[in-house]
């Protein structure tokens, strides 16, 4: 009588070499199984919040964060130097670079000068997958001009690490008067962007008729407007008033006026500069 083998399945429990069609359960797997067999690889779960995804490599499969995979992930504010530092996760920024506004001039007596004009503005943005960390520069506000007929001081230069940059406004001019309406001092610009935004001019003020001795000049002593508003107001020229004003980040500061105060008034500053980081995974 010819014997017959008995399967090793039968005898031992474990599984034939070989195709198997009626595997009904699998226990006791102590190596995970790999995505190429038609596992994940994984030894364990994820949390509840979690999915399973593709890693950045296409290599392997990885639990991630549901709530923030693929989308915005937080946001860092610059008013002042300082570095970027990028967040686990994080592989894309959009950022907002603006320069500091020009500071007004300062005027004499019976006398006006016009406002600072304002920062340029560059938008970008940027894959940082490779990037740790970027300088951040934020330019100040340039100063205003003194009493008397006096320049204001441009606004300072901002920027993301080489990746984009701009420049500030012009001080506002505190020499001369300028025909109405004609660019007196330029606003900056940014460069470096996907948009680069040029910051708003500033204008020399020019005198009405001498029969007209009491007026507002706010509108053209005002300073330049930036990406995020109008420019600080210029003062009134009349007998006595609250001066200038800066406005908000990168804007030019209002240029001063007088009618009759002896020696005149100094100009508002300029608004500093901003660099705004929106970060995504």
């Not at 595997?23 to 919040?49: F, N, V």
């Not at 008033?241 to 100094?266: D, E, L, N, R």
Request: glycine letters at 26%; hydrophobic letters at 30%.
């Amino acid at each position: 009588m010819a014997l017959t083998q008995v399967p090793k399945a039968l005898t031992t429990g474990v599984a034939a070499s070989g195709a198997n069609s009626d595997i009904t359960s699998l226990t006791g797997l102590t190596t995970p199984l790999a995505h190429t067999k038609g596992g994940t690889g994984l030894a364990a779960l994820g949390t509840a919040t979690q999915v399973l995804a593709v890693n950045s490599g296409a290599s392997a499969l990885e639990f991630q964060d549901a709530a923030v995979s693929g989308g915005y992930n937080s946001m860092q504010v610059f008013t002042s130097s300082g570095t970027w530092t990028r967040p686990s996760g994080v592989t894309k920024v959009k950022v907002i670079v603006t320069a500091g506004g020009g500071g007004g001039a300062g005027c004499p007596l019976d006398d006006a000068r016009g406002g600072g004009a304002g920062g340029g503005t560059a938008i970008e943005t940027i894959d940082v997958s490779g990037t740790s960390s970027a300088a951040v520069t934020v330019g100040a506000g340039g100063t205003g001009g003194a009493a008397g007929g006096n320049s204001g001081v441009a606004g300072g230069t901002s920027s993301f690490a080489s990746f984009c940059s701009a420049t500030g406004g012009a001080g506002g001019n505190g020499s001369a008067r300028g025909a109405s309406n004609n660019p007196a001092t330029a606003g900056g610009t940014g460069s470096g962007g996907d948009i680069n935004l040029k910051g708003g001019d500033a204008y020399y003020y020019a005198e009405p008729p001498a029969s007209n001795a009491s007026y507002g000049t706010e509108g053209v002593t005002r300073g330049g407007g930036s990406f995020w508003g109008q420019g600080g107001v210029g003062q009134y020229r009349g007998p006595s008033g609250g001066g200038p004003t800066t406005g908000t980040y990168g804007t030019g500061g209002g240029g001063a006026s007088t009618a009759s105060v002896v020696g005149g008034y100094a100009g508002a500053a300029g608004g500093a500069g901003i660099v705004v980081v929106y970060e995504y995974k």
